[in-house]
């Protein structure tokens, strides 16, 4: 069963930093682009990041850009997002996203499995 | 960045209505297009791709319609558990980009 389980979400302080995990289970991890999307409270989804299976490349949202990166640890299977000088729009539940190519080309991508979302909650 | 435009926002329907959500994007796309029902306090999940393509296990209520700029989904006989949030998304070009969003309640 694909599991995935995103840890490290808390209460961080204007100008902080906090760093999300996201622990995958029951499929090839190293097979998979992997993809951050968040959610503000009464809100809908953002996309954040995402990055290809060996971290060669690299995507992220243009609200996010120089101040949060997307990592993964094949090893560990898992996929991490360091979110750095947090503002009160940072304020999110956070889900990590499988990515997997679809169609009979294998051109289209579609999130296939989510997990139940970390809330980063940015206030002082 | 692709913009994607939703709308309506929300609507209200009742059981057995047919609900038509569109989806605009600020340049073609192609075909580039999923569509996602999330249900409160629950993560997302993929009911079409390919903009007309059905995901494996989604009830064939649903279906999508569109190429370029426009992009519509349909459900054809709404049913109480189709009570939710939609969302497009654009897969064309990354980064990628979700619309607004669209509350499907219940009148």
């Known amino acids: 069963e694909v599991q995935l389980v995103e840890s490290g979400g808390g209460l961080a302080q204007p100008g902080g930093s906090l760093r999300l995990s996201c622990t995958a289970s029951g499929f090839t991890f190293t097979n998979y682009w992997m993809t951050w999307v968040r959610q503000a409270p009464g809100k809908g989804l953002e996309w954040v990041a995402n990055m290809n299976q060996d971290g060669s490349e690299k995507y992220y949202a243009d609200s996010v850009k120089g101040r949060f990166s997307i990592s993964r640890d094949n090893a560990k299977n898992s996929l991490y997002l360091q979110m750095n000088s947090l503002s009160a729009e940072d304020t999110a539940v956070y889900f990590c996203?499988?990515?997997?190519?679809?169609?009979?080309?294998?051109?289209?991508?579609?999130?296939?499995?989510w997990g139940q979302g970390t809330l980063v909650t940015v206030s002082s | 960045d692709i913009q994607m435009t939703q709308s309506p926002s929300s609507l209200s329907a009742s059981v057995g209505d047919r609900v038509t959500i569109t989806c605009r994007a600020s340049q073609s796309i192609s075909n580039y297009l999923n569509w996602y029902q999330q249900k409160s306090g629950k993560a997302p999940k993929v009911l079409i791709y390919?903009?007309?393509s059905l995901q494996s296990g989604v009830p064939s209520r649903f279906s999508g319609s569109g190429s370029g700029t426009d992009f519509t989904l349909t459900i054809s006989s709404l049913q109480p558990e189709d009570f939710a949030a939609y969302y497009c998304q654009q897969s064309y070009t990354l980064p990628s980009t979700f619309g607004g969003g669209t509350k499907v309640e219940i009148k």
């Open positions: 996203a499988r990515d997997r190519r679809v169609g009979g080309s294998g051109s289209y991508y579609i999130s296939d499995f």
């Open positions: 390919a903009a007309s």
